[in-house]
């Protein structure tokens, strides 16, 4: 989603996600496979200036998993990942590894405004 007058400004992507797993095991495994997928892409797309994974350790019965917090230098560099072929990589390999999936993308204040 593009917001008109927002374009050059940076933009923070979160996504969380539940995991697949009949046990507490299953699921830890799956994390671990989420979590190395992501991580490998640091430093390869260009445009995407930072890359962190936080694993929730509340066990709210309403929490996610797992969250992914990736930064971008503007909304074109965040278009571009979404069709990036490494990120596409990763996508296909975690298809039913992830089975749910929450996403919030918004404008950060532009680092020539600080």
């Avoid at 923070?12 to 991580?39: K, L, P, Q, S, Y």
């Avoid at 350790?57 to 929490?63: G, K, L, M, T």
């Avoid at 979404?82 to 204040?109: E, F, I, K, N, S």
Wanted: hydrophobic fraction near 40%.
């Amino acid at each position: 989603m593009s917001y008109a007058g927002h374009k050059s400004s940076p933009v923070r992507h979160i996504v969380m996600w539940n995991v697949a797993g009949d046990t507490a095991e299953e699921r830890a495994t799956a994390i671990e496979i989420v979590r190395n997928a992501f991580e490998a892409l640091r430093g390869r797309i260009p445009g995407l200036t930072s890359l962190e994974i936080g694993i929730d350790h509340s066990r709210i019965d309403y929490a996610c998993d797992m969250v992914l917090v990736t930064d971008f230098d503007n909304e074109a560099s965040l278009q571009a990942y979404a069709t990036h072929p490494l990120h596409l990589a990763v996508r296909d390999q975690l298809q039913g590894v992830r089975v749910a999936r929450y996403q919030v993308d918004y404008c950060l204040p532009s680092r020539d405004a600080a």
